[in-house]
C-alpha cells in the first residue's frame, strides 16, 4: 500500500472510530443531567438509577473519546506534518480554546462523578450541566479547524508561502456555521436514536419497562428534535456548499455535465469512467431549486473542473445518498414519535419498540456517511485549493504497520466497550 | 506575548511531568507490588486519581497544541522524526486510560479485572519509558534532519536517535521518576497500616532515579553527548542538580514525620530544579542533532498576529481553567494546604 493511502485510511479509521464516542460523550451528559433533575424533583428511585447508570456510561465513553481524541491530535503532525507546519499556526485558535474547552469537560467530570454525596446537591447537578455544554462547545470549535480545511481564510497565499496570518479570521472562516451546526445537530440525532433505541429494546424484552420507558423518552426527545431540524440545517449547508464548493456538490450529485434547471438523483449507480448515471430517481430542476433557491439556476459539473482537482465520485455520491436517505427516515420517525405521544396505544404495541430498536444504529450511519461527504468530497485537497493531501503526508515509509496496529486496538476497543455496555444493561435490569 | 506563550508551555510541561507523572508513577508502583499490596493500591488509586487523572493528561495536549501554534517547525521534527515512539506513547495512553476506567466501570467484577489491571500496569510502564526516549531523541545529537532518506536510511533516520542507550536511559530515568512521584503522593494517602508500603516503594524509587541519573550522567559524559557536557559545563544547571539532592533530607524528614504536604512539596520542587537544570543548560537550544548546528526553539516561530492570539487565548484559558481545576485538586484532596487540621 501507498503511504499516502495508509496515511488517508488511517486517519479516516481513527475519526471514524473517535467520531462515534466523542458523540456520544458530548450528547449523553444531557441525558444524564435531564434525569438528574427528574430525580432531584421527584425522588423517584428509578430516576436515580438511570442516571448512575448512564453516568458509567459517560464516563467509559469521554474516556474513550478523550484518549482517541488525544491520538488524533498527535496524528495530525504524524501523518501530515507538511500540512501541520503550514496550517498549524494559522488554525491553531479553535484548537487552543477546544483545550480549553476539553479541560472544563475534564474537571467538571471529575466533580460529577466523584461528587456524589460529597458536593451540595445543585452544585453538583450542575457540574453535570458543564461536561455537556463544555463537550458541545469542544465539539464545535474542532468543527471549526475543519471547516478552515474547507474554507480556507486569514492569510495570503502566495508563491507557496503563507503570511499575513489572522487567526481570528481563519477561526471564524465561512464553512464554520454551517458544519457547527449541521455536525451538532447530528450528533444529537445519532446519540439520541442510539441511545434510545437500546432502551426501546429491553422495553421489547419486557425488562424492567418502567425504567426503560423513561430512558428511552429521555433519549428520544433529543434525537427526536434534533432530527426534525436537521433538513434545515442539510439546506442551509447545501447552499453553502453550492457556493464555495461546487465541485463538492456536484460529486455529491454526480453530476458531469453543467446544466440549467439540474435535476436532483435519488439514488442510481455512477459509473465514473462513462460519467454515466443509471438507475437513479431524477426530480427535474429540484437540484438548481435546492442549491440556489431557483428551478432555472445553472448548476456546475463535474467536467467544469480539471480531472486532477475532482473527488472520487462514487465514494461521495452514495455517502451523500446514504446520508440523506437516514436523515429523511429519522426526520419521519422524530415526527412519529411524537405523535406517538397523543396516540396512547402505540407503546402498548411490541413493534412500535422493534420500530426504534432497528433505527437505532442509523443515526451514527448517517453521521459517518456525511463525514465521508465532507472529506472525501474535498479532495485532493487537504486545504481546499491552497495544499493537497499527497503534498502533506510524512516522509516517513511503512505508514501502514500503524494503519493496521490501529486497526487491530481500535476494533478490540469497540468490542470491548459494547460488551462493558451490555454487562451494564444486565446489572441495571436485575437491579431493584 | 512570547513569554506567555513559553511560559504556559514550561508551565504545562512541568505539570504533565509531575501531576502525569505521578499518575503514570501509580500504575509502575502497582506493577512492582505483591499481589496484596496490588489490591490496596488499587483502591487508593481511584480514591485519589480517579477525579483528576484526565485532567493530568490534558497538559501533553495543551503543549502539543501550543508546539504545533507557535513553533511549528520545532513539531514538525518531532513528529516526522520520532514517529514511531510516539505512536507507542499513544498507543499507551489509551490502553492505560481505557483500562483504568474499564477496571472501575465495569458493572459486573469478575476475572476480566485482572486483564484491566495487566493492561493497566504495563502500559503505566511503557509510555513513561517511551515518553523519555522520546525526549532522549531530541537531545542524544543523533536526529538526522534531512529531506535525502535514501542515503542516510530507514534505521538511522527513524529508529537510531530514540532507540540508543542513552535515549534508552534517559526513559528509565523518567519511568523511575513517576514511580518516585507516586510513592509519595501515596504516603499522604495512607493510613498507617499501608503508609509502610509506599515508603518502601519511595526510598526503592530514590535510589532508582539516583543510580540511572548517575550510570546515564557517566554514558553521556564518557561519550561526549552535548546534552550532559553542556549540562555539567554549566554552573546554574549543576546548582539546580545539587540543590535537588539536597532536597532528599527535608524530604526523607517530612516523610518520615508524616507531613504530606511538605513532602508533595519537596518532591515537586525536586522535579522543578531538574527541569530547570535542563533548560538552564540547553534552552533555547534543545533538539540537538547529528546533521546540523542544535535547532534553536526560538527560531523559525510562527508570526506576531499568531503568537499574540495565542497567548491571550492561553490567559482567558488559563483564568478559566486553572481555579476549577486547583478547586478539583482540593476537594479531592489532592492539595492540603487549604484543609484544616481536625
Known amino acids: 500500500m501507498e503511504n499516502l493511502d495508509a496515511a488517508r485510511l488511517q486517519m479516516a479509521f481513527t475519526l471514524i472510530f473517535h467520531i462515534v464516542f466523542a458523540c456520544i460523550g458530548m450528547v449523553m451528559p444531557f441525558f444524564m443531567v435531564i434525569s438528574h433533575y427528574k430525580w432531584l424533583k421527584t425522588k423517584e428511585e428509578v430516576y436515580l438509577q438511570l442516571t448512575k447508570s448512564w453516568q458509567k456510561g459517560v464516563a467509559i465513553f ?36 477546544e483545550g480549553a474547552a476539553f479541560f472544563v469537560e475534564a474537571i467538571a467530570l471529575g466533580f460529577y462523578l466523584y461528587g456524589w454525596d460529597k458536593l451540595p446537591e445543585k452544585f453538583h447537578w450542575f457540574t453535570g450541566i458543564i461536561i455537556g455544554v463544555s463537550g458541545v ?165 463535474l467536467n467544469e473542473f480539471p480531472e486532477d482537482e475532482r473527488p472520487n465520485v462514487p465514494v461521495v455520491h452514495y455517502a451523500f ?112 | ?113 485482572r486483564v484491566y489491571d495487566t493492561m493497566f500496569t504495563i502500559s503505566s510502564l511503557i509510555t513513561p519509558i517511551f515518553l523519555g526516549m522520546v525526549f532522549g531523541g531530541l537531545v542524544s545529537g543523533q536526529l538526522m534532519i534531512t529531506d535525502d532518506i535514501a542515503t542516510t536510511g530507514f534505521y538511522d533516520t527513524y529508529v537510531q536517535p530514540w532507540c540508543n542507550p542513552f535515549s534508552i536511559l534517559i526513559g528509565f530515568f523518567f519511568a523511575a521518576l513517576c514511580a518516585f512521584l507516586s510513592a509519595v503522593l501515596l504516603i499522604g494517602e495512607s493510613d498507617e497500616s499501608t503508609a509502610p508500603i509506599y515508603i518502601r516503594k519511595a526510598a526503592i524509587a530514590t535510589i532508582v532515579v539516583f543510580i540511572i541519573g548517575l550510570v546515564t550522567f557517566i554514558y553521556g559524559y564518557s561519550a561526549d553527548y552535548l546534552f550532559v557536557t553542556g549540562f555539567l559545563a554549566n554552573n546554574y544547571a549543576l546548582a539546580a542538580m545539587g540543590v535537588s539532592g539536597l532536597l532528599l533530607i527535608p524530604l526523607w524528614i517530612t516523610i518520615k514525620k508524616g507531613n504530606k504536604v511538605w513532602s508533595r512539596f519537596f518532591a515537586g520542587l525536586q522535579v522543578f530544579l531538574i527541569l530547570l537544570g535542563v533548560l538552564m543548560s540547553h534552552f533555547p537550544t534543545i533538539i540537538i542533532t547529528a546533521t546540523s548546528a542544535p535547532i534553536n526553539l526560538l527560531e523559525a516561530i510562527a508570526p506576531p498576529s499568531v503568537i499574540n492570539v495565542l497567548g491571550i487565548s492561553l490567559i482567558v484559558g488559563g483564568v478559566v481553567i486553572l481555579p476549577g481545576l486547583f478547586h478539583l485538586l482540593k476537594s479531592f484532596k489532592m492539595i492540603k494546604i487549604l484543609e484544616r487540621k481536625a
Not at chain 1, 493496521?404 to 460488551?419: F, K, R
Not at chain 2, 508513577?25 to 493500591?41: D, K, M, P, W
Request: proline share 4%; hydrophobic share 55%.
Open chain 1, 62 to 97: 469521554f474516556v474513550t473519546g478523550a484518549v482517541s481524541g488525544t491520538a488524533l491530535s498527535f496524528e495530525l503532525g504524524l501523518l501530515w506534518p507538511e500540512f501541520m507546519k503550514h496550517a498549524g499556526p494559522i488554525i491553531g485558535m479553535p484548537f487552543s480554546l
Open chain 1, 137 to 301: 462547545a469542544s465539539g464545535i470549535l474542532v468543527v471549526a479547524a475543519n471547516g478552515w480545511m474547507n474554507a480556507p481564510s486569514g492569510f495570503d497565499y502566495v508563491d507557496g508561502t503563507f503570511s499575513n496570518i489572522d487567526p481570528v479570521a481563519a477561526l471564524l472562516n465561512p464553512a464554520w456555521f454551517t458544519q457547527a451546526l449541521h455536525m451538532t445537530l447530528a450528533a444529537f440525532t445519532a446519540t439520541g436514536f442510539a441511545v434510545a433505541g437500546i432502551h426501546a429494546y429491553q422495553v421489547y424484552k419486557k425488562r424492567k419497562v418502567t425504567l426503560h420507558t423513561k430512558a428511552f423518552k429521555i433519549a428520544i426527545t433529543f434525537g427526536a428534535i434534533a432530527a426534525i431540524l436537521q433538513p434545515i440545517s442539510g439546506d442551509i449547508s447545501a447552499k453553502d456548499i453550492a457556493k464555495r464548493q461546487p465541485v463538492k456538490l456536484a460529486a455529491m450529485e454526480a453530476h458531469y455535465e453543467t446544466e440549467k434547471g439540474a435535476p436532483l438523483y435519488i439514488g442510481g449507480i455512477v459509473d465514473a469512467t462513462t460519467q454515466q448515471v443509471t438507475h437513479k430517481i431524477a426530480l427535474p430542476g429540484m437540484l438548481s431549486f435546492l442549491a440556489f433557491g431557483d428551478f432555472n439556476a445553472e448548476v456546475k459539473g
Open chain 1, 321 to 432: 445518498q446514504v446520508m440523506v436517505g437516514i436523515g429523511g427516515l429519522l426526520m419521519l420517525a422524530g415526527i412519529l414519535y411524537f405523535i406517538s405521544l397523543k396516540k396512547k396505544k402505540w407503546s402498548g404495541n411490541a413493534k412500535y419498540w422493534l420500530f426504534f430498536v432497528l433505527l437505532a444504529p442509523l443515526g451514527f450511519i448517517a453521521l459517518e456517511a456525511g463525514w465521508i461527504v465532507t472529506e472525501v468530497g474535498r479532495q485532493p485537497w487537504i486545504i481546499h485549493q491552497v495544499m493537497r493531501t499527497k503534498d502533506a503526508v510524512t516522509p516517513m515509509p511503512g505508514i501502514v504497520v500503524s494503519f493496521y496496529m490501529y486497526i487491530v486496538v481500535y476494533t478490540v476497543l469497540s468490542v470491548a466497550v459494547t460488551w462493558l455496555m451490555l454487562r451494564q444493561i444486565k446489572v441495571l435490569n436485575t437491579q431493584n
Open chain 2, 1 to 113: 506575548m512570547l513569554v506567555v506563550v513559553l511560559f504556559f508551555l514550561i508551565f504545562s510541561l512541568y505539570l504533565y511531568v509531575v501531576l502525569g507523572g505521578a499518575d503514570y508513577g501509580a500504575g509502575i508502583v502497582e506493577l512492582f507490588s505483591s499481589r496484596e499490596n496490588q489490591q490496596i493500591t488499587k483502591k487508593t488509586l481511584y480514591r485519589v486519581m480517579g477525579p483528576v487523572w484526565e485532567a493530568n493528561h490534558i497538559w501533553i495536549i495543551i503543549m502539543i497544541v501550543i508546539l504545533w501554534i507557535a513553533f511549528p517547525v520545532y513539531y514538525n521534527i518531532l513528529v516526522v522524526h520520532l514517529h514511531i515512539p510516539l505512536t507507542i506513547v499513544l498507543l499507551g495512553v489509551t490502553l492505560r486510560g481505557v483500562a483504568f476506567v474499564f477496571r472501575h466501570y465495569d458493572a459486573i467484577i469478575d476475572n476480566t479485572q
